[in-house]
């Protein structure tokens, strides 16, 4: 399972906040649930406190690469949002992943904890 696509529905984005569990951390807060689907799906968020287009896009773009990361070790096909805090924008790529991985074992959603 090393595919995901992206969700893009205002609804879908909703319905994860309402219903779906939440961890925070540092520099990201994760929304996720469980879907019915082949694949996973994930939707990243940065409001305008993070800064400028440049910003925003740079840290959307370490979220990305952290989730392709962790994608192969999830146990499972879940439905991802992820927002982007202020932090983020000064967080490297491995700061993140590790936060990200962090937030996932929060939520029990990676293959096995003990080895990663």
Do not use: W
Not at 17 to 42: D, E, M, P
Not at 47 to 60: D, E, L, P, T, Y
Not at 90 to 116: H, M, P, W
């Amino acid at each position: 399972m090393d595919k995901y696509e992206s969700i893009k529905l205002n609804k879908d984005f909703r319905f994860l906040y309402a219903r779906g569990k939440n961890i925070v951390s540092r520099s990201i807060v994760i929304y996720v649930r469980k879907n019915k689907l082949q694949h996973c799906r994930l939707g990243i968020t940065s409001g305008k406190k993070i800064g400028k287009a440049v910003q925003r896009n740079r840290a959307r773009r370490i979220i990305r690469v952290a989730f392709r990361t962790l994608l192969p070790q999830l146990d499972g096909c879940y439905d991802c949002v992820i927002v982007a805090r202020t932090r983020c924008v000064f967080a490297s790529s491995a700061q993140v992943t590790k936060e990200l991985r962090n937030c996932f074992i929060q939520a029990g959603i990676l293959k096995d904890e003990n080895n990663y």
